[in-house]
């Protein structure tokens, strides 16, 4: 049999419970859904960072972001780490990337061979941000991105229909090429936007939800986590009015339809081509969004809404359709995964574990269990100026929340799916909790970390007023436009 072929779905910031395929009764992702009733869904996928730049640079690497020193959104993965691009091209493939990839420093390939689009962002911190015109900020972790909401349109949205459209034109050339008589392997990511605020969509799919769209179902805990408060309030976010809210959630299941559009649009154009036969299809996000829910918006966090995802991998013939997965995976897990099915060599240093064979078996050996961490420094404005050293395992049922300086959480979400009982602090679950405590500081220490980051930001202090200084051209950049972006029917406040 020929060597399969990739295409690798990757959005930004969906939250795994807007999609049908995952209950949502009220979203429209007919495309989405497709995709799992032709595949393995799987109802445990988490992120090995709720937040961009180190969940996918551990999602390059299968390593977590402790593990090559990638903590934060102006970390430099280093050039030398080998990816699953670069297995991949020593496996005979040439991956070709159109759209996000969300990598700081001169390094914009990692692996990859050509790349279409770009980032909406500069490759270097210290140079000045793109400028988003009357959205300024909301699509930041600040309190007007939720109060400049609903109608309207943002760069985002311009963006991806741009890589969109050149991963369609790549999709010409490989099939152009078959024509030619190429019967090699083609491997192609489409690195998409959507649905990331700012919480403002296309008229046409913000008018799905308008008036539809209910409030969150989950409100803020009576006794809140120490840090959570301190977050919530510091965010500005402890008194949302209810209209800022439906705008920004409707706007929200705007922009997953709209995201759901598009991945159609890929998928038709390599069913019309005929290229999807004996290829593997991958759909996942980088981390979630809160969206409301326990009176938190955007990521951050380790509730279900921001640090799960959802993963879709649809293979005909290869895998069962329309099947579901309880296991608990890492988006590391998916890198490795992906390497196993298409014959590649594992990355050497990888911790990710491949789960083809659970795909393909639900009774396949696999341990329960999984991490994520959230470690930033003082220096972004949006972090408060407090440093966070934080980390979750998920084993079994069970989820401990460790917070350095603070009490942990504890959840057993078999018997409390939507965390609402923290148990950290009952006595009936002490040893559950020294049990994963233990497991979640092995090989972690907050102190080493602290260290470490503080080093590196003296090293990224250097390579910042050196940007300010030379400004150095950015590679494969998509340049926003004040114009690009507005919100239709209101002013900023």
């Given at each position: 049999?020929?060597?399969?072929?990739?295409?690798?779905?990757?959005?930004?910031?969906?939250?795994?419970?807007?999609?049908?395929?995952?209950?949502?009764?009220?979203?429209?992702?007919?495309?989405?859904?497709?995709?799992?009733?032709?595949?393995?869904?799987?109802?445990?996928?988490?992120?090995?960072?709720?937040?961009?730049?180190?969940?996918?640079?551990?999602?390059?690497?299968?390593?977590?972001?402790?593990?090559?020193?990638?903590?934060?959104?102006?970390?430099?993965?280093?050039?030398?780490?080998?990816?699953?691009?670069?297995?991949?091209?020593?496996?005979?493939?040439?991956?070709?990337?159109?759209?996000?990839?969300?990598?700081?420093?001169?390094?914009?390939?990692?692996?990859?061979?050509?790349?279409?689009?770009?980032?909406?962002?500069?490759?270097?911190?210290?140079?000045?941000?793109?400028?988003?015109?009357?959205?300024?900020?909301?699509?930041?972790?600040?309190?007007?991105?939720?109060?400049?909401?609903?109608?309207?349109?943002?760069?985002?949205?311009?963006?991806?229909?741009?890589?969109?459209?050149?991963?369609?034109?790549?999709?010409?050339?490989?099939?152009?090429?078959?024509?030619?008589?190429?019967?090699?392997?083609?491997?192609?990511?489409?690195?998409?936007?959507?649905?990331?605020?700012?919480?403002?969509?296309?008229?046409?799919?913000?008018?799905?939800?308008?008036?539809?769209?209910?409030?969150?179902?989950?409100?803020?805990?009576?006794?809140?986590?120490?840090?959570?408060?301190?977050?919530?309030?510091?965010?500005?976010?402890?008194?949302?009015?209810?209209?800022?809210?439906?705008?920004?959630?409707?706007?929200?299941?705007?922009?997953?339809?709209?995201?759901?559009l598009m991945v159609g649009q890929v998928?038709?154009?390599?069913?019309r081509l005929g290229l999807s036969e004996?290829?593997?299809?991958?759909?996942?996000?980088?981390?979630?969004?809160?969206?409301?829910?326990?009176?938190?918006?955007?990521?951050?966090?380790?509730?279900?809404?921001?640090?799960?995802?959802?993963?879709?991998?649809?293979?005909?013939?290869?895998?069962?359709?329309?099947?579901?997965?309880?296991?608990?995976?890492?988006?590391?897990?998916?890198?490795?995964?992906?390497?196993?099915?298409?014959?590649?060599?594992?990355?050497?240093h990888a911790q990710g574990r491949s789960?083809?064979?659970?795909?393909?078996?639900?009774?396949?050996?696999?341990?329960?269990?999984?991490?994520?961490?959230?470690?930033?420094?003082?220096?972004?404005?949006?972090?408060?100026?407090?440093?966070?050293?934080?980390?979750?395992?998920?084993?079994?049922?069970?989820?401990?929340?460790?917070?350095?300086?603070?009490?942990?959480?504890?959840?057993?979400?078999?018997?409390?799916?939507?965390?609402?009982?923290?148990?950290?602090?009952?006595?009936?679950?002490?040893?559950?909790?020294?049990?994963?405590?233990?497991?979640?500081?092995?090989?972690?220490?907050?102190?080493?970390?602290?260290?470490?980051?503080?080093?590196?930001?003296?090293?990224?202090?250097?390579?910042?007023?050196?940007?300010?200084?030379?400004?150095?051209?950015?590679?494969?950049?998509?340049?926003?436009?004040?114009?690009?972006?507005?919100?239709?029917?209101?002013?900023?406040?």
């Open positions: 049999m020929p060597a399969p072929n990739l295409l690798y779905l990757l959005s930004d910031q969906h939250a795994r419970h807007v999609l049908g395929c995952y209950g949502d009764k009220l979203v429209q992702t007919p495309n989405l859904d497709r995709l799992a009733t032709s595949g393995v869904t799987f109802d445990n996928a988490y992120c090995p960072s709720p937040i961009c730049v180190p969940s996918r640079m551990s999602m390059l690497t299968a390593r977590h972001p402790s593990a090559q020193d990638c903590w934060t959104n102006d970390d430099f993965l280093a050039s030398d780490r080998p990816t699953w691009l670069h297995a991949l091209g020593a496996a005979g493939y040439r991956p070709h990337l159109a759209g996000r990839l969300h990598a700081m420093g001169p390094d914009q390939l990692h692996g990859y061979v050509t790349r279409d689009v770009g980032d909406h962002s500069a490759n270097y911190a210290g140079i000045p941000r793109h400028d988003m015109g009357p959205l300024h900020q909301t699509n930041d972790p600040w309190r007007v991105s939720v109060d400049v909401s609903g109608p309207g349109q943002s760069a985002y949205q311009m963006k991806d229909a741009e890589t969109v459209e050149a991963a369609c034109a790549e999709l010409e050339r490989i099939a152009a090429r078959r024509r030619g008589g190429d019967t090699s392997p083609f491997c192609l990511s489409v690195g998409l936007m959507l649905p990331h605020p700012p919480y403002i969509a296309w008229p046409e799919d913000y008018a799905l939800y308008a008036g539809r769209i209910g409030p969150p179902k989950l409100n803020a805990p009576a006794e809140e986590h120490p840090w959570l408060a301190w977050w919530r309030r510091d965010r500005g976010i402890g008194d949302v009015d209810s209209d800022s809210s439906l705008r920004a959630r409707a706007a929200y299941w705007g922009l997953v339809t709209r995201l759901d998928l038709s154009t390599m069913d004996n290829t593997l299809i991958t759909y996942t996000s980088d981390h979630g969004d809160q969206l409301g829910e326990r009176g938190l918006w955007w990521k951050h966090t380790f509730y279900e809404e921001s640090v799960s995802v959802p993963l879709i991998l649809s293979w005909p013939g290869r895998l069962p359709a329309g099947v579901r997965r309880a296991q608990v995976v890492n988006l590391i897990d998916l890198t490795a995964t992906v390497l196993d099915a298409l014959g590649a060599a594992p990355l050497p789960f083809l064979a659970v795909a393909r078996d639900a009774k396949a050996p696999w341990t329960d269990e999984t991490f994520s961490e959230y470690c930033t420094d003082e220096t972004p404005a949006w972090t408060g100026g407090m440093a966070v050293r934080q980390r979750m395992i998920r084993s079994g049922a069970w989820k401990l929340i460790y917070y350095h300086g603070y009490r942990p959480q504890l959840f057993d979400l078999a018997s409390d799916p939507h965390e609402l009982r923290d148990l950290a602090e009952d006595p009936r679950h002490r040893d559950t909790r020294a049990q994963l405590e233990k497991k979640l500081l092995a090989g972690w220490d907050p102190a080493a970390i602290d260290a470490r980051m503080k080093e590196r930001r003296r090293d990224k202090d250097v390579i910042g007023a050196w940007t300010r200084k030379v400004m150095p051209a950015d590679q494969y950049r998509w340049h926003i436009q004040p114009e690009h972006n507005r919100v239709d029917g209101r002013s900023p406040k």
